[in-house]
């Protein structure tokens, strides 16, 4: 059974830093990219960033592009979120998903197959 | 960017009914990069529907999708308790690599 577990959410203070980490198990986490999505407070969905499976693609959405940095450590099966200069409006609960398949020929890994339950993060002074 | 706007926002209806809402795009998208998922309260959303009609895996079959270009549809043909949730669609585009959620549409017990 495919199993994600995000961390390292926390309160912090406008401008600070915060590291997620997303454990991963039950399935060859070396074969997939991974990806972090968000939601506000009883908002929706808002991808931040993905990550290919060997680390050779990383990709941000615009509202974090600098502020952010995804890694993963295929030998921890551990993808990270590295949050700074934090924002009031990147409170959300931070959610580590995995790609739906390793095939991008169909466009199945394009999709979000897997999701953990999610690290709240508050940013607020 | 391409927008998704769902519709309805919200859908009252009752269990064993038939519940069908929409997923628009702003301009005409690649079919094998639409998705579906399913949030209940409190948890983080599934996977049901990818490529616009192929169903995840173990997602029930009265869950179908469908659709092209700028118009997509989920539809569950007979609800169950379960299936009381909001329903979000996203989009995959390549250059450059961003993924786009809906608004998401929440199907609510009349």
């Known amino acids: 059974e495919v199993q994600l577990l995000e961390s390292g959410g926390g309160l912090v203070q406008p401008g600070g830093s915060l590291r997620l980490s997303c454990a991963a198990s039950?399935?060859?986490?070396?074969?997939?990219?991974m990806r972090w999505v968000r939601q506000a407070p009883g908002k929706g969905l808002e991808w931040v960033s993905a990550i290919s499976a060997s680390a050779d693609y990383i990709h941000y959405a615009d509202s974090v592009k600098g502020r952010v940095t995804t890694s993963r450590d295929n030998s921890r099966n551990t993808v990270y979120l590295q949050m700074n200069n934090l924002r009031v409006e990147d409170t959300a609960l931070y959610f580590c998903a995995k790609a739906a398949s390793t095939s991008y020929g169909d466009g199945s890994a394009y999709h979000f197959g897997s999701w953990g339950q999610g690290t709240l993060v508050t940013v607020s002074s | 960017e391409i927008v998704l706007t769902q519709s309805p926002g919200t859908l009252s209806l009752s269990p064993g009914e038939r519940a069908s809402f929409s997923c628009r795009a702003s301009e005409s998208i690649t079919s094998n990069y639409l998705g579906w998922y399913q949030q209940r309260p409190g948890q983080a959303p599934r996977l049901l529907i990818y490529g616009a009609s192929s169903r995840a895996t173990g997602i029930p079959d009265r869950f179908s999708g469908s659709g092209s270009g700028t118009d997509f549809t989920l539809t569950i043909s007979r609800l169950e308790p379960e299936d009381f949730a909001v329903y979000f669609c996203q989009h995959y585009v390549d250059s450059p690599p961003t993924w786009t959620f809906g608004q998401g549409t929440k199907v609510e017990i009349k």
């Open positions: 039950g399935f060859t986490f070396s074969r997939y990219a």
